[in-house]
């Protein structure tokens, strides 16, 4: 059975910075891919952050050049460091795990509140 568990979100206010981290434990085939989402309600869950295998990084555009992601294969841990926040980024954020061999596997997300 694998577990993703999410901590780190919070209340911050705007400008403020957050990190967020996701531990991954039981038996995981080969990550590929570890990463972040975030959804709002009403609104379909979008792809904030990725990290592959191999030490690539793809971010949404509005978080370019604020938030970064890192990874610890060791430890099938993944690190989001958000800064500069701003109401816009007020979200549920899921981490995200997929497999060599197909496999998706997400947390139950960790709430995030910007205030202004």
């Known amino acids: 059975q694998v577990q993703l568990v999410e901590s780190g979100g919070g209340l911050v206010q705007a400008g403020g910075s957050l990190g967020l981290s996701c531990a991954a434990s039981?038996?995981?085939?080969?990550?590929?891919?570890m990463g972040w989402f975030r959804q709002v309600p009403e609104k379909q869950r979008e792809l904030v952050a990725v990290?592959?295998?191999?030490?690539?990084?793809n971010y949404e555009d509005s978080v370019k050049d604020r938030f970064a992601i890192s990874s610890d294969s060791a430890q099938n841990t993944v690190y989001l460091q958000m800064n500069s926040l701003n109401p816009a980024d007020t979200a549920v954020y899921y981490c995200?795990?997929?497999?060599?061999?197909?496999?998706?596997?997400w947390g139950k997300g960790t709430l995030v509140t910007v205030s202004s």
């Open positions: 995200h795990v997929s497999t060599a061999n197909g496999m998706r596997y």
């Open positions: 039981g038996t995981i085939f080969s990550i590929n891919v």
């Open positions: 990290v592959t295998s191999g030490g690539s990084t």
